[in-house]
């Protein structure tokens, strides 16, 4: 069965360094995303991707993240400067189509730890 | 806006229990429905899925029934089992946009 890989799996990094988290999206979804889940709490949307360009973000994608397809198979999350609040685990998504009623898989999160 | 409230976790059952997992929702509209499962150490796994009002999703044993008179989306399960230990998160797509909104989880324990 087709599924969304994700690298590393687990990251640790200082505050203030930059960090590029990769996903490899099932192969025919158009769709893809990122979500984040702090220790405990919700999973949050931070960015829907498509057509090569941002389709959505939320308020916690500020100019500090930055999202990019630089080939035709990965998608990246890149955080600039992190800080330890962005320590978490986040979540890739792709979907084959966009909006309500596609249904979204998730790869198995890379887990990011800030200290 | 929309929203998805999850019962409180966690919930610990004995094996073969019966299993409730309530989910209500607040939504424009008649989104489609979602429930995601989330085992220990490992991403979130589409569990199953309504997509209008009175569907009922079902996968491994699982079901839940798309109530629109009552906004609920309840998890069940007859008879849990020590495998089904996981987290488990309702979600909803809102109108009009491409991310989900996903409830709080409820942590589900079965002993043995």
Redesign the interface.
């Given at each position: 069965e087709p599924e969304v890989t994700?690298t590393p799996s687990h990251q640790v990094t200082q505050m203030g360094q930059e960090v590029i988290l990769r996903c490899v999206p099932i192969s025919n979804h158009l769709?893809f995303?990122w979500?984040r889940q702090i220790l405990g709490?919700?999973?949050?949307?931070l960015v829907?991707f498509?057509n090569n360009e941002i389709?959505?973000k939320?308020e916690i994608f500020d100019d500090q993240f930055s999202v990019e397809r630089p080939d035709g198979s990965n998608f990246t999350l890149k955080i600039r400067s992190t800080k330890l609040e962005d320590s978490a685990m986040y979540?890739c998504?792709s979907s084959l189509g966009?909006?309500?009623?596609?249904?979204?898989?998730?790869?198995?999160?890379s887990w990011l730890t800030v200290v | 806006g929309d929203s998805v409230t999850q019962m409180e976790g966690p919930v610990t059952l004995s094996e073969e229990a019966f299993l409730t997992i309530n989910c209500t929702y607040t939504a424009t509209g008649y989104?489609?429905l979602?429930w995601?499962v989330q085992y220990p150490g490992?991403?979130?796994?589409?569990l199953l899925?309504a997509?209008k009002a009175d569907d009922k999703g079902s996968n491994k044993g699982f079901e839940a029934t798309y109530r629109k008179e009552t906004t609920s989306f309840h998890l069940e399960k007859g008879s849990v089992q020590v495998s089904d230990s996981a987290v488990y998160?309702c979600?909803l797509?809102?109108?009009?946009?491409?991310?989900?909104?996903?409830?709080?989880?409820t942590r589900l324990k079965v002993l043995a």
């Open positions: 994700q769709y995303y979500y709490q919700k999973v949050e949307f829907s498509y389709s959505e939320s979540f998504a966009g909006g309500a009623g596609n249904t979204i898989y998730f790869g198995e999160g | 989104p489609s979602f995601y490992e991403g979130l796994q589409l899925k997509t998160f979600a797509p809102p109108a009009g946009t491409y991310k989900y909104i996903f409830g709080t989880g």
